[in-house]
């Protein structure tokens, strides 16, 4: 595997952890982000921090990254969780924005030079690993009681508090636990760059990930993979057109939309158990249309 390959692939698989966190926000629990470069911004730096100044291990700074990131989410979801619609969206914007400019502005972490030096701990396996992991709990966490009443919270919130479920609990949940996924793939860039800069986790990079997650399919795991994977490697199948690449990647995102506009999976999971529904549905499709030949050609038939 070449080396420009393999890098493609370990940049689709951290953007794939930082996804499946925003996947649970705004997928499971409808609260739309985009501030979620700016828990990434938390997770590089305290991961950094602890492998290049501290001399920890590489797995600490993770679990570090993880938690800094979590933690920093239960300080903004305090105050902006109880804000409705397009006032949380706006609210995470200024958060993540503040971030970067605290970070752009203080010296003592490289400031807008950025920080060069940060040991080369990123892997291809320590990334795959960490990917089904994330993948795995996510499932776990939907599909446990703690998932579908974020679910319930997505469909109808006033509906949900009547019927006994704390809704802040679970938006909180739903924020810290996507948090800890965007603090760890922060972690994941930083040691696989060995250099991070304010300017990595500006608003273009949420951006990005919040349209990953609605071209995948909002509410499907399977569609937040598809996704990373077909969005991170577009731009690069596309440097062939030079500058008209980003023109090209804005219109097949925008095809994508009009023509899927509920994302490539549409709430769908692609599970064992599901294809084997898909096929036995189109089996039966199958039958029923030659059922139905058969039938309109025995009418006929008896007709003359």
Not at 73 to 83: E, F, N, Q, V
Not at 184 to 191: D, I, K, N, S
Not at 286 to 303: I, L, N, P, Y
């Amino acid at each position: 595997m070449s080396s420009y390959l393999e890098g493609i692939i370990m940049l689709s698989g951290i953007n794939l952890i930082a996804v499946l966190g925003l996947s649970l926000l705004t997928g499971f629990a409808g609260l739309f982000s985009f501030g979620h470069a700016g828990f990434m911004a938390i997770g590089a730096y305290s991961a950094a921090i602890c492998t290049t100044l501290l001399k920890l291990p590489f797995s600490v700074g993770i679990a570090a990254g993880a938690l800094v990131a979590s933690g920093s989410s239960w300080l903004i979801g305090r105050a902006t969780l109880r804000l409705k619609g397009d006032y949380f969206c706006i609210a995470t914007l200024g958060f993540g924005e503040a971030i970067r400019l605290i970070l752009d502005n203080f010296q003592g972490l490289g400031g807008s030079r950025g920080w060069p030096g940060i040991p080369a701990s990123t892997t291809i396996w320590n990334i795959l690993v960490l990917d089904v992991i994330g993948v795995v709990l996510l499932a776990n966490l939907v599909r446990s009681r703690h998932g579908r009443n974020m679910i319930a919270v997505r469909e109808e919130e006033l509906a949900a508090q009547v019927a006994g479920i704390n809704t802040f609990k679970y938006k909180m949940l739903a924020l810290m636990v996507s948090a800890a996924y965007a603090g760890v793939a922060g972690a994941l860039l930083a040691h696989y760059m060995t250099f991070i800069q304010p300017k990595m986790f500006s608003l273009v990079k949420s951006t990005e990930l919040t349209i990953i997650v609605i071209f995948g399919g909002l509410g499907s795991i399977s569609g937040s993979v598809l996704g990373a994977v077909v969005l991170t490697f577009l731009p690069e199948l596309l440097r062939a057109v030079d500058k008209w690449r980003l023109v090209v990647y804005g219109l097949a995102v925008i095809g994508i939309m009009i023509g899927r506009p509920r994302g490539l999976m549409g709430g769908f999971e692609l599970t064992p158990s599901a294809v084997r529904r898909w096929i036995s549905d189109r089996k039966d499709m199958k039958t029923a249309k030659a059922s139905q030949v058969a039938e309109d050609a025995s009418a006929g038939k008896d007709g003359l």
